[in-house]
């Protein structure tokens, strides 16, 4: 007379309660790799991370680049009056008022393109081709041309920004250099890569 397992038998329940544990440990041993191999590296995790500005230390006009996410970032202290002739020549300009939404946040959508008015945050990167364009402020410069109010100048093509960023009629550029996420951290320090409240 063969004799039938007992679904009750306490050793098969206990041989299936230590091969489903076995199975289990097998099963978080070969996921562990695999899940921290989707994490982001540290050299990744700092590409991406804030960068600081002291702007202490950027006198009115000066302008310092710093780097973020593998790009240039222009940081510019501008001048009264460079202020005022941001004011002079929208008719100069393609989009003026900043209408596409893409290149800058909501807070930096105004004339000015900045969400404090003498510190001006772009990204260094043509709009055209990817050049890097010059800080060129002094006005009416001859290679330039008798109407340049002073801005940035692209010298791949000849794409002309003015001190906000936005980008002149008749150049090879479609669009306003970029405006980055930023907020300011107390009066002297600028974080760009963050966005107010982040």
Request: charged share 20%; proline share 10%.
């Amino acid at each position: 007379m063969s004799r039938t397992a007992n679904p009750m038998d306490p050793a098969r329940r206990q041989w299936l309660a230590a091969a489903s544990a076995a199975g289990g440990a097998g099963i978080v041993a070969t996921n562990v790799p695999f899940v921290a191999s989707m994490s982001p590296s540290e050299r990744a995790r700092a590409f991406g991370a804030p960068v600081e500005v002291d702007l202490g230390s950027i006198q009115p006009g000066e302008l310092r680049t710093v780097e973020w996410r593998g790009k240039p970032v222009s940081v510019l202290r501008r001048t009264a009056d460079m202020l005022e002739t941001l004011r002079t020549h929208d008719d100069l300009l393609n989009d003026p008022r900043s209408m596409r939404q893409e290149q800058q946040p909501d807070y930096a959508r105004n004339d000015l393109r900045s969400a404090g008015p003498d510190i001006a945050v772009l990204v260094a990167v043509c709009t055209h081709l990817g050049c890097i364009p010059t800080f060129r402020p002094e006005p009416g410069t001859a290679d330039i041309g008798a109407s340049w109010p002073g801005g940035f100048y692209c010298p791949c093509h000849g794409s002309k920004f003015d001190f906000a960023g936005r980008v002149f009629k008749n150049v090879p550029a479609p669009s306003n250099l970029e405006v980055p996420p930023h907020r300011y951290r107390g009066e002297s320090t600028l974080l760009i890569g963050v966005e107010p409240g982040g």
